[in-house]
Every structure is written in C-alpha cells, then in structure tokens.
C-alpha cells in the first residue's frame, strides 16, 4: 500500500466503483452472452433441419432449444433494475411448472410429480423458470437418485402457492443444496416480488419448499390455458 495523504492508502489493484462504468459493464456482458445464446440457438436450428435426426434426439433437441429462450429471456429479465419491467402480462405458474417436469423427465431419473391448477401470477417467466429449476435440482439431490419429488400449484385466497416436495432426510441433512446459493436466489425472487418463503417437513418425509406469491385473476384465459395444459406430455416419469 502507499500512503498518499493523511489517512488514505491507495491499495494496488482496487479502483472505486463507478456506476456508470459498471452499468456499462452489465451492459456489454448482457449483449455477448445473448449473442452467444444466439448462436447456439441457430445451430441447434440447423442441426433440427437435418434429415435422419432420430425422435429421441429431436426431443432433446427441443429441450435445449427451450432452455436457450429461457435463458435469454431471464438475461432480459435480469439486466433489468425494474421488477415491473419484467411482466410482459400474468405468467400461468402451473404451465411453467409443467415445462420445467418435462426437461426434468429428460435430463432425470428421479420421478418428478407435478400436481398443478391454473393460476397466474405477474412476475419475469424467465426468473420464475430459473427458482423453480433450483428448488427442483436441490430436491432431486436430496434424494440422492432414491426418491421422490413433487410440486404442487394452487391458488388460495388470492396467493399462488408452489410447494417442492422430496422424500429425502430433510432440509439441512442432505448434500449441499438450497443452503447455499440456491437459497439466496430463491429468497432474491421472493422479495422481487413482494412474496414469502416457508420451508418445513414436507409429505413425502423430506423437506418442503413453499412459495407464496399475488395471484393476478385473468378472466377468460383459463379455460384456453388449461386446454393446452391437458395436451402436454405427462410430466411424471
């Protein structure tokens, strides 16, 4: 360090935060990462174009294609300072859920249960995505490859309610999982958007995961939702 007036050091390889420097920074790194999702997203096209893919990679081929959009979606979600920038209009949790137990009957061998009615909520689709993928990731680690897990999605009294449930020892008792980073991302979203986060005992003997978060009432969209929601692949495996 070196002394350079009264009390202050200047200590090598620090530089005070500037905020528009910084604002600059997110502000590139968002353009090359999306440019790089952007990329794959076109390759993965070319490759689906090819004749003689078989069906199972085809589907997984989709699966990827569907992970790239939601990652570009939650880097546009993320870069943003306004939560209320985030909602192009109400997200249909359940239909959320159901797409993350179908990438998880692919990439899984743990029986992922989904038990879902519609509701919607105004919260980023990309975030949402992203805390429901790591509490489900932390309960199938929990059960170590041995178990169960299961999300459940009502609404009561004008909450969305989303509960993971897993059969393994309990919160704090298995590997590390939503005690570490998970856990912060999680409680990030939560307070986003202005809801709460319970964790207990659940029904399947582990541990249970419950956020509660406004339901926003769509007149005229369940019924049309639900439909295509009954023509999804089941997500149980």
Same mark, same amino acid.
């Given at each position: 360090?070196?002394?350079?007036?009264?009390? #202050?050091?200047?200590?090598?390889?620090?530089?005070?935060?500037?905020?528009?420097?910084?604002?600059?920074? /997110?502000?590139? #790194?968002?353009?090359?990462?999306?440019?790089?999702?952007?990329?794959? $997203? %076109?390759?993965?096209?070319?490759?689906?174009?090819?004749?003689?893919?078989? =069906?199972? &990679? +085809?589907?997984?081929?989709?699966? %990827?294609?569907?992970?790239?959009? =939601?990652? +570009?979606? #939650?880097?546009?979600?993320?870069?943003?300072?306004?939560?209320? &920038?985030?909602?192009?209009?109400?997200?249909? !949790?359940?239909?959320?859920?159901?797409?993350?137990?179908?990438?998880?009957?692919?990439?899984? *061998?743990?029986? !992922?249960? *989904?038990?879902?009615?519609?509701?919607?909520?105004?919260?980023?689709?990309?975030?949402?995505?992203?805390?429901?993928?790591?509490?489900?990731?932390?309960?199938?680690?929990?059960? &170590?490859?041995?178990?169960?897990?299961?999300? /459940?999605?009502? *609404?009561?009294?004008?909450?969305?309610?989303?509960?993971?449930?897993?059969?393994?020892?309990?919160?704090?008792?298995?590997? +590390?999982?939503?005690?570490?980073?998970? %856990?912060?991302?999680?409680?990030?979203?939560?307070?986003?958007?202005?809801?709460?986060?319970?964790?207990?005992?659940?029904?399947?003997?582990?541990?249970?995961?419950?956020?509660?978060? $406004?339901?926003?009432?769509?007149?005229?969209?369940?019924?049309?939702? &639900?439909?295509?929601?009954? $023509?999804?692949?089941?997500?149980? /495996?």
């Amino acid at each position: 360090m070196e002394l350079i007036g009264g009390d #202050l050091f200047a200590v090598p390889g620090q530089v005070p935060a500037d905020p528009h420097q910084e604002a600059r920074r /997110r502000r590139q #790194l968002d353009h090359d990462l999306q440019h790089g999702l952007a990329t794959i $997203a %076109l390759l993965a096209e070319a490759v689906q174009g090819g004749a003689g893919l078989e =069906r199972e &990679a +085809a589907e997984r081929l989709r699966h %990827l294609q569907s992970e790239v959009r =939601r990652l +570009a979606l #939650l880097l546009a979600e993320e870069f943003q300072d306004d939560p209320a &920038a985030d909602v192009d209009g109400p997200v249909r !949790v359940d239909l959320v859920v159901r797409e993350v137990c179908k990438v998880l009957a692919a990439t899984s *061998a743990v029986p !992922v249960d *989904a038990v879902t009615e519609p509701v919607h909520c105004a919260v980023g689709p990309g975030s949402l995505w992203r805390v429901l993928s790591n509490l489900t990731d932390n309960a199938i680690r929990a059960v &170590a490859g041995r178990g169960r897990v299961q999300i /459940r999605v009502r *609404a009561r009294d004008s909450l969305a309610i989303v509960e993971v449930d897993d059969s393994g020892p309990g919160f704090g008792l298995g590997g +590390a999982g939503l005690a570490s980073l998970g %856990l912060g991302i999680v409680q990030d979203f939560v307070a986003r958007y202005d809801g709460t986060l319970e964790i207990g005992a659940g029904s399947l003997g582990g541990c249970r995961v419950r956020i509660s978060l $406004a339901a926003v009432p769509v007149l005229g969209l369940v019924d049309s939702a &639900a439909s295509s929601a009954a $023509a999804d692949t089941p997500a149980t /495996r």
